[in-house]
């Protein structure tokens, strides 16, 4: 029988229409949120987030500011551009979007965030509270994933979750939030030794690896929970036949694209896996309403709404 599937895209619209009513409160107190999204250079991947992001904020009557610093950008000039958004008390969320240009060291820029403004939850003090169970902004994609499975009924208590791939912004994050919902977590990468067995053992199975249709048939469990957080664009036509041959519909929009997104996730998996989230219009949606959460929340607890800010929406995503 075929997976359930765990659509982002419908939960993504829930989670924003209930934003509302918060944004109308700070309104009618003359805030309108402000998040500052930084690109610098002309990364073609980028520059589609962070259109899809200043799309969000415009959809919900949030102010957003784009700001794009030339490839050439150092360390010393982005630090300045940062603190400068610190500084300024009608920006409410910034986000410097990855990865940064190789001359420039990202550590420094991402803690030159003001924790308080951290949307991306990347800096260290954010870190640090969600390690340890305090409230905090949450890193998005992870918060959107315990979103996904809270929303669809899935209760990660007494679970084995397996997540695969260690990254500070997706693996790790999550793994913690797992583990704070009372899931059995195992953390795997590359180093894991027969990966395919460790992800059979899964209740929950999350692969957030970048590396496309990775996660065959044969590592998923009949009946586990599969999210698949990978985001990678096929382009190669003899590709695409061999991973669509049992998804006639797909092969056939890649025909008309000429391309598609595909997950680290097989498509074969939807025959195994209990539920799947699809890719695309699985995690990736929520990534952007989790945004939109920790743009709204920070513009509440900035202006001494906290206990609400984290009732609503900080606290909503442990
Ligand atoms: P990174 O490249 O930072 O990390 C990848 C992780 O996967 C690493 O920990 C790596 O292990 C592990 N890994 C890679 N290959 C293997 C392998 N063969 N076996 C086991 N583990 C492996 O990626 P990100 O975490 O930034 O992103 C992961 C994916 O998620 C990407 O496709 C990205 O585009 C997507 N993404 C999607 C988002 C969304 O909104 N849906 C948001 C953010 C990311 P090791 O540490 O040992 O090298």
Redesign the pocket.
């Known amino acids: 029988m075929a997976a359930r599937l765990l659509s982002g895209t419908e939960t993504s619209k829930q989670i924003q229409a209930e934003l509302l009513p918060q944004i109308e409160e700070l309104k009618r107190a003359g805030v309108i949120p402000c998040l500052a999204a930084v690109l610098v250079g002309d990364n073609p991947a980028s520059q589609i987030y962070v259109r899809n992001k200043m799309r969000a904020c415009e959809k919900l009557g949030l102010h957003s500011e784009h700001i794009t610093p030339p490839t050439s950008s150092t360390t010393a000039e982005l630090v300045g551009l940062v603190q400068e958004l610190n500084r300024r008390d009608d920006v409410d969320g910034i986000l410097v979007q990855l990865p940064l240009p190789p001359q420039v060291d990202t550590q420094q820029v991402l803690l030159a965030v003001d924790p308080a403004k951290d949307v991306d939850g990347f800096h260290p003090m954010n870190v640090g509270a969600l390690v340890s169970k305090r409230d905090a902004l949450r890193p998005?994609?992870p918060a959107?994933v315990m979103e996904l499975l809270r929303r669809h009924g899935i209760d990660p208590e007494g679970q084995h979750a397996v997540v695969?791939?260690?990254?500070?912004?997706?693996?790790k994050p999550l793994a913690f939030l797992l583990l704070h919902a009372h899931a059995t977590v195992t953390l795997?990468?590359?180093?894991?030794r027969d990966?395919p067995a460790m992800a059979r053992t899964a209740d929950i199975l999350v692969a957030?690896?970048?590396?496309t249709a990775?996660v065959t048939p044969e590592f998923v469990r009949p009946g586990a929970t599969v999210i698949d957080?990978?985001?990678?664009r096929i382009d190669d036509p003899a590709l695409a036949e061999k991973l669509f041959a049992r998804h006639p519909q797909r092969l056939e929009k890649f025909r008309q694209k000429d391309s598609a997104l595909m997950?680290?996730v097989h498509p074969d998996v939807v025959e195994v896996a209990g539920a799947l989230t699809p890719v695309p219009g699985?995690?990736?949606p929520?990534?952007?309403a989790m945004l939109m959460v920790n743009t709204v929340a920070a513009a509440r607890m900035r202006r001494g709404q906290a206990a609400a800010a984290q009732r609503s929406g900080v606290a909503a995503a442990t």
Do not use: F, K, P
């Open positions: 998005c994609t959107g695969i791939g260690r990254s500070d912004i997706v693996g795997c990468h590359s180093r894991t990966l957030a690896m970048g590396r990775y957080v990978g985001i990678n997950g680290d699985g995690v990736g929520l990534t952007i």
